[in-house]
């Protein structure tokens, strides 16, 4: 089972603010289990902290902007998809502004303090989001549309398209997280000249130059016109006739813009609050639409809260049933559990088929045929069995008891046909014989019942 991460120690990052222009400083500190991503206005009384997750977005207008009450910050996306990529789980971020530095307008050096101070590896479990099923956000008006599909692992594919000669029709893709620092991270931020004057005019790119953008010149101006704007931007004058990148910096790739937008999408998913296992293919993304996607992302969570194991009934079991005989007791018709798929150090996933042959429902309910729930908690405790007697010398010669039973909720009616998937964690280790769990029933994707419960493992005499 993966683990959450953390940073092994703090590292911070120097420059001048995109839109501000103000100096700014960046810092990035350890944080505890389960405490996801949150950023700090430590220049601000009482230094407020904002959760970084998709709700708090007030702003996409050129880049992502968190907001809550007076608290904002801006370009937050290079240094989030740098710690989303790297595996980082939880991070506090501190910065002494509304906005994070722009730096090289990459993640680039992002990456390289973190792999210079190093990950560290926590206790709790690393807690990803499987995507079961599609989930598309569309935008008519623009074209824009990311859709998220299963997969193994999380993997992105972007296509773009621009009304430019030098970046027509692009596409980008990254197959493994572990290729994000030397394909994507170096991927700077663009914008083209026409843009850069409307962008001046609304309090925007105060700090822009040609060092921390890709600035695309491919429509002509007067040279005059384009004087000014150099002269705005603190920049050389031009040559108005000479089209092209006008960056100081060559391009690292002829499709690093369309990069930079798979860069993008990985900080803005970064606000799910969850690592996610599935292949996103975008068409024409923004921040706006990646938003709109990341809230729809956060609101499947919601729905799906506790997420059902995955059955494949074509693997072979990790128990069957004549391995569950050797370590529990029970016979028909108590025997409730018909094999194990998964099982690990503290947690363990069985299976049941539920058949109208069934003893119960000869009388639970002859005309409506419905699984009592104390037979479902009593089916999710021999899970909990199986899974503390597989550690014991000799299981035969001991069994386990109900001690208590707390938190049951049943969620909907179990019926004949249906395939009962259990999950049962320990809660903390046995001592002394007691042992407390947490277990959940599913049916496909649904809960239909959970309950926490404590059982005392005794030796037979």
């Known amino acids: 089972m993966l683990k959450q991460n953390t940073l092994k120690g703090s590292f911070a990052l120097c420059g001048k603010g995109l839109h501000t222009g103000l100096s700014l400083t960046v810092t990035f500190n350890p944080a505890a289990e389960n405490t996801g991503y949150k950023i700090q206005r430590i220049d601000l009384e009482g230094q407020p902290v904002i959760d970084a997750i998709a709700e708090n977005v007030i702003d996409t207008q050129r880049g992502t902007v968190l907001g809550k009450g007076d608290i904002r910050i801006s370009t937050v996306e290079h240094g989030l998809a740098a710690l989303y990529a790297s595996g980082i789980d939880n991070c506090l971020i501190q910065v002494n502004g509304p906005e994070f530095p722009i730096l090289d307008g990459s993640s680039a050096h992002y990456i390289d303090k973190i792999n210079e101070i190093g990950i560290e590896e926590q206790a709790a479990p690393k807690d990803f989001y499987i995507i079961r099923h599609k989930l598309e956000v569309k935008d008519e008006q623009t074209g824009s549309c990311i859709t998220i599909l299963p997969d193994e692992e999380f993997s992105l594919t972007v296509m773009c398209s621009f009304e430019s000669k030098f970046i027509n029709s692009q596409f980008a893709t990254l197959d493994k997280m572990d290729d994000f620092a030397k394909e994507i991270a170096p991927a700077r931020t663009f914008v083209f000249v026409r843009d850069i004057e409307p962008l001046l005019k609304a309090n925007l790119i105060k700090g822009g130059d040609m060092d921390n953008a890709i600035v695309i010149y491919e429509r002509q101006i007067t040279q005059e016109n384009l004087d000014q704007l150099a002269d705005l931007l603190k920049v050389p004058h031009l040559d108005a006739t000479q089209l092209g990148y006008i960056q100081h910096k060559p391009l690292v790739w002829e499709n690093e813009c369309t990069r930079h937008k798979l860069l993008d999408i990985i900080g803005d998913m970064a606000l799910i609050g969850k690592p996610i296992k599935g292949r996103i293919i975008a068409t024409r993304p923004g921040h706006t639409i990646n938003n709109k996607f990341a809230r729809l992302m956060r609101k499947d969570i919601r729905k799906h809260e506790i997420q059902a194991p995955f059955y494949d009934c074509n693997e072979q079991p990790v128990m069957d049933v004549n391995r569950i005989r050797e370590l529990l007791p029970h016979r028909y018709p108590m025997q409730l559990v018909d094999k194990v798929i998964e099982l690990g150090p503290t947690s363990i996933v069985g299976i049941k088929n539920v058949t109208s042959n069934e003893p119960f429902f000869l009388g639970h309910f002859p005309q409506e045929p419905v699984m009592p729930g104390?037979?479902?908690?009593?089916?999710?405790?021999?899970?909990?069995?199986?899974?503390?007697?597989?550690?014991?010398?000799?299981?035969?010669?001991?069994?386990?008891?109900?001690?208590?039973?707390?938190?049951?909720?049943?969620?909907?009616?179990?019926?004949?046909?249906?395939?009962?998937?259990?999950?049962?964690?320990?809660?903390?280790?046995?001592?002394?014989?007691?042992?407390?769990?947490?277990?959940?029933?599913?049916?496909?994707?649904?809960?239909?019942?959970?309950?926490?419960?404590?059982?005392?493992?005794?030796?037979?005499?």
């Open 374 to 461: 104390v037979l479902q908690i009593e089916a999710m405790a021999q899970c909990g069995g199986l899974l503390v007697l597989n550690s014991v010398e000799e299981p035969e010669r001991w069994s386990t008891y109900f001690l208590r039973i707390d938190n049951v909720k049943f969620r909907q009616k179990v019926v004949p046909g249906d395939t009962l998937i259990f999950k049962v964690e320990l809660l903390a280790p046995v001592r002394h014989g007691v042992s407390s769990m947490k277990g959940y029933v599913f049916v496909g994707d649904m809960v239909v019942s959970e309950a926490t419960f404590t059982a005392q493992i005794v030796k037979n005499k």
